[in-house]
């Protein structure tokens, strides 16, 4: 009886190790292959829980998230025949797991130091092309675009997809570094010097149209004041010339004592005139005669 426990224990145990060993998972961030002897029967697995047969079918699994890769500082030749020193590093990622597994046998070194390869090939014949300072001052969109247009169908070849490559340093010899500093220099002053230009134009442009504007305000303003003023004159002569109708001599004493009050009512004024004038007729007599 104890045997027989003995041998359904190991039964089952034995049971429970194949079915492990059929069951295998597939994350998000994976690729998985499986083997049959050696030979790849299966690329295309998504995420989950998956069967193979053991003993027959092995599994690889391989990294599908953006890998980064550094490369220490090569020698690299201009159109001038100069050297640069140029270290970089590239994103990629495994594009096609089958391709990617018989070009490399799955191993990420090897498929890095290829990459590396088939890019410093594609960086030197974009350098070529171009002079130091072209390299110096190139835009970083079209230098790594000419880049990754060469090293496409190289990398192509390995199952692999070149996202990016960055250029970190680049390392100019000594007895040209000064020239191509002070060349870089002299384009940013000229470019300074061009900018204030403009500026300096804005300006002035701004300011005339700035005092054009404010001659018009005030020339408007004054045209108006004027009509106003005018219609305020043509209004009060009318109504002094209304007054004097009414009663001639009212008015006439009226504006005396404006007179009056103008001139004599400032304080230290002195006024010369003589007594019998047209000025003090109403000053004269007591009933104004």
Same mark, same amino acid.
């Given at each position: 009886?104890?045997n ?15 079915? /492990?060993?059929?069951l ?5 961030? =994976?690729?998985?292959?499986k083997?049959r002897? &050696? *030979? +790849? %029967? ?24 953006i ?20 270290d ?9 797991? /089958? ?8 191993? =990420?070194?090897?498929?890095?130091m290829?990459? &590396? *390869? +088939? %890019? ?65 220099r ?92 047209q ?11």
């Amino acid at each position: 009886m104890a045997n027989k426990g003995f041998y359904l224990l190991a039964i089952a145990a034995l049971a429970a190790l194949m079915i /492990s060993a059929a069951l295998f998972t597939v994350n998000e961030t =994976e690729y998985a292959l499986k083997f049959r002897f &050696g *030979e +790849i %029967v299966r690329a295309d697995y998504g995420p989950g829980l998956h069967f193979m047969t053991p003993l027959v079918n092995n599994v690889r699994k391989f990294e599908k998230r953006i890998m980064t890769r550094n490369y220490p500082t090569d020698e690299f030749l201009t159109s001038e025949g100069k050297q640069l020193g140029i270290d970089f590093y590239v994103k990629w990622r495994i594009a096609d797991p /089958s391709v990617y597994y018989r070009a490399t046998g799955g191993d =990420e070194e090897i498929a890095s130091m290829r990459l &590396g *390869e +088939i %890019v410093k090939d594609g960086i030197k014949g974009v350098i070529a092309r171009r002079t130091i300072q072209q390299v110096v001052t190139a835009e970083r969109t079209e230098f790594i675009g000419e880049v990754l247009e060469v090293a496409a169908s190289g990398v192509a070849e390995l199952g692999i997809e070149l996202i990016d490559v960055r250029v970190k340093r680049i390392d100019l010899p000594p007895e040209v570094s000064d020239s191509v500093y002070n060349r870089m220099r002299q384009d940013f002053v000229r470019q300074a010097t061009k900018l204030r230009a403009e500026g300096a134009e804005t300006s002035e442009r701004l300011r005339s149209e700035a005092d054009r504007e404010r001659t018009e305000i005030l020339s408007a303003a004054y045209r108006d004041a004027e009509i106003i003023r005018g219609e305020g004159d043509a209004k009060a002569a009318d109504t002094y010339a209304q007054a004097y109708n009414k009663n001639a001599e009212f008015y006439a004493f009226f504006r005396s004592l404006e007179a009056y009050r103008r001139s004599l009512g400032g304080e230290n004024d002195v006024l010369v005139i003589a007594p019998e004038g047209q000025f003090f007729k109403y000053l004269d007599g007591a009933d104004g005669s």
